[in-house]
């Protein structure tokens, strides 16, 4: 059964310091990865995903099959990144499962 | 305003009535989705259908039902028979159906309808 799993429920780090967001998958086949964000009082949204190799607000993330990851990486974290972080995964059946969420706090 | 609209924002009731949470798209999205959210257990898929007038049941079906009788329109009845009924729920659609090779695996959400039961 494909499964995601964020080890951290709450991450805090200090602003201009990195900041990286566990995430590990379970799956047997070539699976498509994705990080949603939700901001406070704002909807989830997606904010990248493995296929695109994109860097959004200097977050980055690269899927290692050997160790099955998909950790989220920013190297200085800034206070408006606060947020819910989920790590999503996508099989066969299209449907995404979610993984638990690490909320991160970016201290001043 | 294009967009996923959820109503009500809020909804009270007492144990042992049926709700039903609305979700209304005018995104065009063929795929429609209905998670529950708890504290430290993330997003968990309820049911989802990907083309109008089908739908599968997800992770945690039991207890709620679900229509899918136009495009635009999914929604989500949370029934007596659910055991914990309080929660966040959040709909969310997407882009793609059945054998669509354009679902990018994006999904809009909606701000989501905090069911409480007293």
């Known amino acids: 059964a494909q499964r995601v799993t964020q080890p951290e429920k709450l991450l805090s780090v200090f602003k201009g310091a990195p900041v990286e967001l566990k995430c590990n998958y379970s799956y047997s086949g070539s699976p498509e990865l994705f990080w949603y964000v939700q901001y406070s009082r704002q909807r989830l949204q997606l904010l990248l995903r493995?296929?695109s190799r994109e860097s959004i607000k200097g977050f980055t993330a690269d899927l290692n099959k050997g160790e099955t990851s998909f950790h989220l990486k920013k190297p200085f974290a800034q206070e408006e990144d606060s947020a819910m972080y989920y790590c999503a995964f996508q099989g066969s059946a299209r449907q995404l499962t979610f993984g638990s969420g690490t909320q991160l706090t970016v201290l001043p | 305003d294009g967009g996923i609209t959820q109503s009500p924002k809020y909804l009270f009731r007492k144990e042992g009535q049926n709700v039903t949470l609305s979700c209304e798209q005018n995104?065009?999205?063929?795929?429609m989705y209905w998670y529950r959210q708890d504290p430290g257990q993330g997003l968990r898929l309820i049911y989802y259908s990907q083309i109008v007038n089908d739908f599968q049941k997800g992770d945690i079906a039991e207890g709620y039902s679900v229509s899918r009788e136009k495009k635009e329109s999914f929604p989500l009845t949370v029934t007596s028979a659910q055991k914990n009924p309080t929660a966040f729920y959040l709909c969310a659609s997407t882009s793609g159906g059945y054998g669509q090779l354009t679902n990018t695996g994006e999904l809009f959400f909606g701000e989501g309808s905090r069911l409480t039961v007293l």
């Open positions: 995104l065009n999205h063929d795929a």
């Open positions: 493995h296929i």
